[in-house]
């Protein structure tokens, strides 16, 4: 019969694999996409909801295009890997046999990693870092607070998925309050002594919302950090905060099915950058968040990149299509205020070691309001254009 893939993930690394091989392989290999949600949604412009520049339903993207551009998709989960007979387990019974495997699950959080924060408390204790009813509750919670509230960020260690991630929703978080609650405080717990864009963020909260954001960074504690859900506290060194909303964004590894494969090395699973191939199975490629590579943040961007060029060297190995060498790129855009946005990117390549960063850029400091705008008005035509090369 014809040469068999399955994907695990119909995320931003899982769809855009799927679809590409399906697409360019012109019927000659069988794709099948292992996806649980019927309805997913972009963490990429979730901030953007917080904000109220986005609704809910827009993030929003079904896999109906995939199935009729001749994806098989199977909505289940993926509950074991059999690497010997090459088959996936699913969760509603049965299996599904591969030649290869592509894995895109994105992130799982570390258990314990905030000592008094576990998915039990993520109700009391948002994360958001995966998109959905955690952004929506999260936003309830935002607009619940009293006058004059405390919203708390415990930010996360390197690395995790959208480095800028955290400090755009910062952004947008204080663009409501200031608008709905402008007494309230909002304080960022972080581990890091630094983070994506530092400069950029900075210089707009001074401009946009000063003296409504702090940031304690790991000299004042920001490294020993704990929580109670049922108090609603944040203990920082001893010292203790009472919260109104809590933001838990936990430290991350690989999705869970990457170690129930054990193709992971620590929290990540290592590739070849050259075809996304894990460096411990070779029938099995890994895209995305879940996949340590080298040089490429963890964001959206990057997944996309990353499958395209697995989805080449997957039809190469099955099909004998050509193959040539691996190109990678990435930019990340993060929104400040409106109109206000910055942009980090760069141009990638693979070599034996890792992938490899070739040449970079970054917005400015001090920028006009007018290149400001482009730069924000150039995400949102990535958005229209990213979504619809990976769900079609
Ligand atoms: P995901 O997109 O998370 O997809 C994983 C999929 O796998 C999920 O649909 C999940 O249901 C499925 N899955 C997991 N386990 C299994 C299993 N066992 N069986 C079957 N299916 C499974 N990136 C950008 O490029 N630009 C941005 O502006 C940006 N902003 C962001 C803002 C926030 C707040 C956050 C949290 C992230 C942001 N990102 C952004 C990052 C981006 O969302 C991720 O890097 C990207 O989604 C990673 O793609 P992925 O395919 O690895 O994982």
Same mark, same amino acid.
């Given at each position: 019969g014809k040469p068999r893939v399955v994907v695990v993930g119909g995320g931003a690394g899982g769809a855009t694999a799927a679809r590409y091989i399906a697409k360019d392989s012109k019927g000659e290999i069988d794709v099948t996409l292992i996806?649980?949600?019927?309805?997913?949604?972009?963490?990429? %412009?979730?901030?953007?909801?917080?904000? &109220? %520049?986005?609704?809910?339903?827009?993030?929003g993207h079904s896999y109906g295009a995939l199935a009729s551009q001749g994806v098989n998709v199977v909505h289940d989960w993926a509950v074991g890997i059999d690497r010997d007979a090459k088959t996936v387990a699913l969760a509603g019974g049965g299996s599904v046999?591969?030649?290869?495997?592509?894995?895109?699950?994105?992130?799982? %959080?570390?258990? &314990?990693?905030?000592?008094?924060?576990?998915?039990?408390?993520?109700?009391?204790?948002p994360h958001a870092y995966k998109a959905g009813s955690q952004t929506e509750l999260l936003r309830a919670q935002i607009e619940a607070m009293p006058e004059g509230g405390t919203y708390v960020m415990v930010a996360p260690p390197n690395p995790y998925r959208c480095p800028p991630g955290p400090y755009e929703r910062i952004s947008m978080v204080a663009h409501t309050l200031k608008a709905t609650n402008p007494t309230a405080k909002i304080?960022?717990?972080?581990p890091k002594d630094k983070f994506s864009k530092q400069a950029l963020f900075e210089e707009g909260w001074g401009k946009h919302y000063s003296g409504m954001i702090e940031r304690i960074g790991p000299d004042f504690g920001g490294d020993k950090v704990s929580v109670n859900a049922d108090e609603m506290t944040v203990d920082?060194? &001893?010292?203790?905060?009472?919260?109104d909303v809590c933001n838990v964004i936990p430290a991350m590894k690989a999705g869970r099915i990457c170690e129930m494969a054990s193709i992971t090395d620590g929290n990540w699973a290592p590739v070849s950058g050259h075809t996304m191939q894990s460096r411990i199975d070779e029938n099995i490629h890994v895209l995305g968040d879940a996949c340590a590579q080298g040089d490429m943040p963890k964001s959206g961007f990057s997944a996309n990149s990353q499958?395209?060029?697995?989805?080449?060297?997957?039809?190469?190995?099955?099909?004998?299509?050509?193959? %040539?060498?691996?190109?990678f790129s990435n930019t990340c855009w993060s929104l400040i205020d409106s109109d206000d946005g910055i942009k980090v990117g760069a141009t990638y390549e693979a070599?034996?070691?890792?992938?490899?960063k070739v040449d970079g850029f970054i917005s400015a400091t001090g920028e006009d309001a007018a290149l400001r705008k482009a730069t924000y008005e150039e995400s949102v035509g990535w958005y229209a254009g990213i979504t619809a090369d990976m769900f079609g």
């Open positions: 996806e649980p949600s019927r309805q997913y949604y972009t963490c990429f %412009f979730s901030n953007l909801y917080l904000g &109220g %520049f986005r609704e809910m339903q827009s993030l046999s591969y030649d290869r495997l592509i894995l895109s699950p994105g992130i799982d %959080f570390i258990e &314990g990693a905030v000592p008094g924060w576990s998915v039990a408390s993520q109700n009391k204790m304080i960022i717990v972080d920082v060194d &001893g010292e203790v905060i009472k919260a499958a395209k060029v697995a989805a080449m060297a997957v039809r190469g190995a099955l099909t004998g299509s050509k193959v %040539f060498p691996a190109k070599t034996d070691e890792k992938i490899a």
